[in-house]
């Protein structure tokens, strides 16, 4: 059993930055892929960003973007920490959304159909 907490949301203005963090709690953390979801009002909920179980801060893991984020957001994960982070840069209005920390049992998993367990969510608005 695994319980996430985000934390980190908040209002920015387009072109600032933010930095989401995902407290897990558990001695497995390490062995679960961690992803970042995001849900906008009347939108389906979208995977953001995943990491690979095992990876560490040196080696980086294998890491996975949705097109829209790609060279504005950073996925990392410290497993000493069990804590996963979201480091977003350049925000733009339609980034917008509730962002959801889960966590996968495989390796890597980049469908919400893959995650088995969720945080609550964090607000993050980003004003134009």
């Known amino acids: 059993q695994v319980q996430l907490v985000e934390s980190g949301g908040g209002l920015v203005q387009a072109g600032g930055s933010l930095r989401l963090s995902c407290a897990a709690s558990?001695?497995?953390?390490?062995?679960?892929?961690m992803g970042w979801f995001r849900q906008a009002p009347g939108k389906e909920r979208e995977l953001v960003a995943a990491?690979?179980?095992?990876?560490?801060?040196?080696?980086?893991?294998?890491?996975y973007y949705a097109d829209s984020v790609k060279g504005r957001f950073t996925i990392s994960r410290d497993n000493a920490q069990n804590t996963v982070y979201l480091q977003m840069n350049s925000l733009k209005p339609e980034d917008t959304a509730v962002y959801y920390c889960?966590?996968?049992?495989?390796?890597?998993?980049?469908?919400?159909?893959?995650?088995?367990?969720w945080g609550q969510g964090t607000q993050v608005t980003v004003s134009s």
């Open positions: 889960a966590g996968s049992p495989r390796f890597i998993a980049i469908t919400k159909d893959e995650y088995d367990y």
């Open positions: 558990g001695r497995t953390f390490r062995r679960y892929a």
């Open positions: 990491i690979s179980s095992g990876a560490t801060v040196s080696s980086g893991g294998t890491t």
